[in-house]
């Protein structure tokens, strides 16, 4: 019976010992985080990038026979060719080394690396900001950095294989074909006649000069799959304030053309609008055909017409009138982009003749495919809903060849533009997709047959903003031929024939609760075209458990049959196929298990090419429980409870709570642990917290009131499983969680501290306030977005009231509320954090804020980030754990205390 005693007294202590080590701030530097990947155009090779925290990046290579992993520290921005022979990239310098230049004021530079992915050959260029191969993957056009002052650059194009190089001085701008390997270039050159237009034939290695001329060239612009080139080049009059532009156009480019161009000039175009010019700011867009070519334009500036000098000094005075749409502060940071604005006019080229399509420089024109038709939106009727967040548009359909414009929608918050043809365009009502064939004008509603039986909706109810017009999920796309709309509902994705067909569904989500989602492989900013799904080839979809945060993917075939190809308790992104292979790569990870690039013949047979973070099993990690619960006025929701590293289910622990409205689709997210994410949820378990991210839903007028019901439900949810000291329960929230743990910590008594970071404290100063960095006023963020008020403040001042951290805070439940702002917050006013400190401290509440001089509303420089978690940590350590308070906590810091710390670290 002793040695039984004996060993239960000794039994803690052995679990102790047996327990990992808790992360340091120390250990912070070696962690990694996946970046972007791309597989070779065979799929054989895949390049990753990995960043760390101490910022030790680099660049995985692998693939190849022998399944080869090479690593290039400070890599960046890798490319393949398209013969799978050749990988392109661009290496940097340490940290110490960025560091010691930027110190020496000297400029921190890239250099290429061409590596053969067969041989391991390397061809390197220093000095080079960027790199692109060309259509046939045989060469690549390298840029060197401009001269201190100078736009333009050498460029280096290397025949890859051969190994040598030719270089073009004075680059201004570069375009390779999409057929053949053909450069097109601007030079810039300083003799009278310096400025030209180019080509450089790769294969051939000849340069032969399109057009010459004593002012520069701009926006060189292909046709798609032609040799077809247009050009922009200025025409300086000394009579008009800005520049006029023509147009040269090039058919069938080579090295042996005659290549004489066909221009557009103001001064021989037939009809061409008088007082308007070509203007440089809108990149020609040729036609399918080749026939049309669509330019910008501006109103012409005579220095004849400019405002003179007054005799007197005039004054600055802003002038706000309540006529202004966007008000005067919006208009002064859209400068930049107001005088780049122009309407659109087709070019037809054979007669030479220039028609303006679209009316009003302000408003929004889009080319649709093919280019046929223009649409412009018009929203100069709804000038009221546009000033306060309804946003609703009128659009016009302009035919490009007679400039017939017709309006095609009244009305509409829902605008989905063209279909891949060009032949007609889609927008819904806030119940119904309806598209308009723009040849005849005949209006379609494509899911009238649904939404009236009951057996679709298309409305997002998740989306809980007061808008006047239900939220409608967005379309998911077109079929290739254009003939079919794609849309989603909460958990499928309709098929909707615009030939009058029977809509169908093509996927079964509902059954189980899943959502489907199209995919598209498409990169980033391709057009309409380029994303359009063929229908007749497999289909993926990405799936979402609604309630149980599984994720993966599924894949339709030819015959309608759909299959899940993965699915289960893990984070699935990140879907790519190989351009010429049955190849693909996908992301899996975990919140204990970091992500890493998976590549194979398919999904599930895939296999891990990287492994990030393998020390990690050396370390204490915690883990992560998807709870339910119902909020206080019995709404169901779900939250994230993240456990301390290292639980012990023998003790009671403190508890952080998080909020920002929705968190718990972040179920399966990664958190490496780091000091610049400074409400870090990893470093909080490491610390030995409870971390809870609850769900919050909202109705309308009750932005902090609605936090209190699902926060305050979340909470006790938790407290009774038995975990956590009800006396030891914190918040902290950014921005909106910000605002949110001003009104917990001034209304609810569940906490005993709360930090604001940027957040909103005062309802009534705040709704009158401008967003400063976009000029915009609060409105529309206050009454239709994140603050869901509905109605003007005066339509329900209780309301105001109701939900104001700053009506309570002299009697404010939590014992104390640190506040941090940065002292240039364009997004929150900074003065809701000085006056809510204010009021507090009049009050006599323990109420501390920390101003980050310079800072916005988040913190960009590393020591204030690392700054601010560090005093979070004493912060929540002090009142939620007892430790012992430093000094800033107990008594503050005086100024002078202050100047001689930043003294003695000049």
Known sequence: MRRLLAFLALAPFALSAQAKPLLTPADYGQWQTLGQFRLSPRGDWVATGISRVNEENELQLRGGPRDTTIIVPYATQPAFSATNAWVGYLVGVSPKGRDSLTAAKKPVRTRLVLRSLAAGTLLTEPDIQSFSFSADGRYAAATRYPAE?????????????????????????????????????????????????????????????????????????????????????????????????????????????????????????????????????????????????????????????????????????????????????????????????????????????????????????????????????????????????????????????????????????????????????????????????????????????????????????????????????????????????????????????????????????????????????????????????DLSAPVYFTLTGRRTKASGWARRLANGTVERVAYGDAAYRALARADSAAVVGYVRGR??????????????????????????????????????FRSTIGQSLQGLLYYPANYDPAKKYPLIVYTYERLTDGLHSYIAPNQTNYYNTTVFTQQGYFVLHPDIVFRPREPGLGTQYAVEGAVKAVLARGHVDPARVGHVGHSQGGYEAAFLGTRSKMFTTTIVGSGITDMISFAGQLHWSGGSAEFDHWETGQFRMQVAPWEDFGAMLANSPLTTVHRMPAKSILVMIGSEDGTVEPRQGTLFYNYARRAGKQVVLLQYPGEGHGLTKKENQRDYQTRILQWFGHYLKGEKAPEWIVRGQTALERRAILEANR
């Not at 973070?613 to 709870?627: C, D, R, S, T």
Request: proline share 6%; with cysteine; hydrophobic share 40%.
């Open 149 to 533: 002052g100078k736009r333009v650059s050498d460029v280096v194009v290397y025949d890859v294989e051969k190994g040598t190089r030719f270089t073009l001085p004075q680059v201004g701008e570069q375009a390779w074909s999409e057929r053949d390997a053909l450069l097109a270039v601007t030079i810039e050159g300083e003799a009278a006649s310096g400025a030209s237009v180019q080509l450089y034939d790769a294969a051939t290695s000849t340069l032969k000069v399109l057009a010459t001329g004593p002012s520069p060239f701009r926006a060189l612009t292909w046709r798609k799959g032609a040799r077809d080139l247009a050009v922009l080049q200025s025409r300086p009059d000394p009579a008009f304030r800005d520049t006029a532009y023509v147009v040269h156009l090039f058919t069938d480019v080579s090295a042996a053309c005659a290549c004489t161009p066909t221009t557009l000039d103001a001064k021989v175009a037939v009809q061409f609008p008088q007082g308007m010019r070509i203007a440089e700011h809108r990149r020609p867009v040729w036609s399918a055909d080749g026939r049309t070519l669509f330019v910008g334009l501006r109103p012409r500036e005579p220095q004849a017409a400019a405002l003179k000098k007054s005799e007197e000094k005039p004054s600055d005075v802003e002038i706000w009138h309540p006529n202004d749409v966007r008000m005067l502060r919006q208009q002064m940071a859209q400068e930049a982009a107001d005088l780049r604005r122009t309407i659109v006019a087709a070019w037809h080229i054979a007669p030479n003749h220039l028609l303006p399509l679209t009316t009003d420089l302000m408003e929004t024109a889009t080319i649709l495919e093919g280019g046929r038709y223009v649409t412009e939106a018009d929203t100069k009727p709804y000038a009221w809903e546009m000033k306060f967040g309804r946003n609703v548009t009128d659009v016009y359909a302009i035919d490009a060849n007679s400039g017939a414009r017709t309006k095609v929608v009244t009305r509409t918050a829902h605008w989905y533009g063209g279909n891949p043809t060009g032949t007609h365009v889609a927008y819904g009502d806030g119940r119904d997709y309806w598209v308009v064939e723009l040849a005849t004008g005949r209006r379609t509603n494509l899911t009238a047959s649904l939404t009236r039986s009951g057996k679709a909706d298309f409305v997002d109810h998740d989306d809980d903003h007061p808008n006047p017009v239900p939220h409608q999920f967005a379309i998911a796309g077109w079929s290739r031929d254009g003939a079919t709309l794609l849309v989603h509902d909460t958990h499928d994705v309709w098929q909707l024939p615009l030939g009058g067909g029977a809509p169908s569904r093509l996927t079964n989500g509902a059954a189980e609760g899943i959502s489907h989602r199209l995919v598209t492989f498409a990169p980033f900013g391709a057009s309409v075209a380029e994303r359009a799904v």
């Open 591 to 628: 919140y204990d298990t970091s992500p890493n690039v998976f590549v194979g013949a398919d999904v599930a047979s895939a296999k891990a090419v990287t492994a990030t973070n393998p020390f990690q099993a050396n370390y204490a990690w915690g883990k992560v429980e998807l709870i339910d």
